[in-house]
């Protein structure tokens, strides 16, 4: 924790002496989320709870170049059994524009079954490039991070979208610049522990090179409501799926609507 203080306030220092930074940033309309948002996830196979995921906004104090930013973190890790042969203990943090939903700096501490990836990046989003503390990289201005992707996402317009509708942003992960693809299939109404609710359906375009070969192997639900909250995610694998599903939310923006008595 120490490390990932001092980086961030190296990092802030520089963006406080340049703090001409421009207006031309992008701008974008957030009403789906808000710090003091919790979102707690459940990982199944099958009928097992293997994980827990638990994404939450807050606020912070950090600035970039005088712009005031949003605080989000994401933590996963193992349960019960599954902690004995394979134990995961997971933890994103990202550190987003206010205004443009875009990440300034971004922190990746993972540790998978003794796998363990430490990324810190800071992102010079005026000047469309990103440091690992080693290296530059060019990159598009507004360009999203792991977890950032999260709640960039949740600040589009679903309302009037049409099935058949491809939905892309570009996001930066290990060193490389990536263009995120989802297909808008249509709304459904979909049933989990948490409740019932009225969703938007998504799922990969498939490009060559990737995870997922195919549009069945990946399908994901978001609430047809302001929130916009991803609430299940179904993911094929050679033996069965894996599900992650919301079991437990707090502070929402917005009420959820889309959540049928």
Not at 36 to 49: F, M, N, P, Q, T
Not at 114 to 121: R, S, T, W
Not at 166 to 188: A, H, N, P, R
Request: proline share 3%.
């Amino acid at each position: 924790m120490k490390t990932i203080i001092t980086s961030i306030i190296l990092t802030i220092l520089l963006f406080t002496i340049n703090s001409s930074i421009k207006s031309t940033l992008p701008v974008v309309v957030n009403n789906a989320f808000a710090p003091g948002e919790y979102l707690k996830y459940r990982v199944s196979y099958g009928a097992i709870d293997a994980g827990e995921v638990i994404m939450m906004c807050k606020t912070t104090k950090l600035k970039a170049g005088g712009r005031e930013l949003i605080h989000v973190e994401g933590t996963g890790k193992t349960l019960g059994s599954f902690n004995s042969f394979y134990r995961v203990n997971d933890k994103y943090e990202s550190y987003l524009d206010k205004k443009g939903i875009f990440p300034w700096f971004f922190y990746r501490r993972v540790n998978e079954g003794g796998y363990i990836i430490n990324q810190d990046y800071s992102f010079y989003q005026d000047k469309k490039i990103v440091s690992n503390g080693k290296k530059t990289f060019s990159i598009p201005v507004g360009i999203q991070d792991m977890i950032s992707s999260f709640y960039y996402a949740r600040t589009m317009n679903y309302k009037t979208m049409k099935a058949g509708k491809i939905v892309e942003f570009k996001c930066f992960m290990d060193d490389q610049v990536w263009t995120l693809k989802t297909k808008y299939i249509g709304d459904e109404i979909i049933k989990i522990k948490a409740g019932k609710f009225k969703c938007h359906k998504f799922v990969p375009v498939v490009q060559t090179g990737r995870v997922f070969k195919s549009e069945k192997d990946l399908n994901f639900w978001i609430t047809a409501d302001e929130n916009k909250i991803p609430i299940l995610v179904k993911a094929k694998i050679p033996v069965g799926y894996v599900k992650l599903h919301l079991v437990d939310y707090k502070g929402l923006k917005n009420d959820l609507s889309s959540k049928i008595p």
